[in-house]
Antibody
Framework: EVQLVQSGAEVKKPGESLKISCQVS????????IAWVRQMPGNGLEWMGI????????RYSPSFQGQVSFSADRSISTAYLQWSSLKASDTAIYFC???????????????????WGQGTLVTVSS | DIQMTQSPSTLSASVGDRVTITCRAS??????LAWYQQKPGKAPKLLIY???SLESGVPSRFSGSGSGTEFTLTISSLQPDDFATYYC?????????FGQGTKVEI
């Protein structure tokens, strides 16, 4: 059974750093991309980017480039989302999801999110 | 970036109704479109991928169609468990995007 289990809720102050986790089980961690998705209070889903644990290839949405970083520890099948300096506007629920992916005839990556973590609520407030 | 626009934003319906949600892409995305259902406080759930393929375990009352720039998600007979928010998502470009969501309410 595939499971993505995320770390617990966090309350931080502006300017603090944070690393949240997403531990995967039920499939070979290094064979599938992991996506990160933000949902701000009362809002829709925003694609932050994707990360490939096999070789650490990363794609960031322009909205999040330079604001967050993705990483992984292959030895414990865990992906991470990290901030070096949080802002109040980072308050949101963050989801990780496994990506079922394809490469089309032009070699371009396509995919969708088939398994999701339960979400991690990050609250940033002074 | 490819923009995804869903309509309507909110839909009022009753149990047993046939419901259709539309997702339009700002440029052609072939059939690289997925649909998700999200209930309050829960993670999204995959319903449809590659525009019309039903995810395993998803009831057959859900169906997807379309290609290019216009796509639809249809619920043939709305059930009480289907009141939720629905999102489309494209992966045709280097950068992937979601639609803004459609809330299906009573």
């Amino acid at each position: 059974e595939v499971q993505l289990v995320q770390s617990g809720a966090e309350v931080k102050k502006p300017g603090e750093s944070l690393k949240i986790s997403c531990q995967v089980s039920g499939y070979t961690f290094t064979n599938y991309w992991i996506a990160w998705v933000r949902q701000m209070p009362g809002n829709g889903l925003e694609w932050m980017g994707i990360f490939y644990p096999g070789d650490s290839e990363t794609r960031y949405s322009p909205s999040f480039q330079g604001q967050v970083s993705f990483s992984a520890d292959r030895s414990i099948s865990t992906a991470y989302l990290q901030w070096s300096s949080l802002k109040a506007s980072d308050t949101a629920i963050y989801f990780c999801a496994s990506v079922s992916h394809y490469y089309d005839t032009n070699g371009q990556l396509r995919g969708y999110f088939d398994y999701w973590g339960q979400g991690t609520l990050v609250t940033v407030s002074s | 970036d490819i923009q995804m626009t869903q309509s309507p934003s909110t839909l009022s319906a009753s149990v047993g109704d046939r419901v259709t949600i539309t997702c339009r892409a700002s440029q052609s995305i072939s059939r690289w479109l997925a649909w998700y259902q999200q209930k309050p406080g829960k993670a999204p759930k995959l319903l449809i991928y590659k525009a019309s393929s039903l995810e395993s375990g998803v009831p057959s009352r859900f169906s997807g169609s379309g290609s290019g720039t216009e796509f639809t998600l249809t619920i043939s007979s709305l059930q009480p468990d289907d009141f939720a928010t629905y999102y489309c998502q494209q992966s045709n470009s280097f950068l992937w995007t979601f639609g803004q969501g459609t809330k299906v309410e009573i």
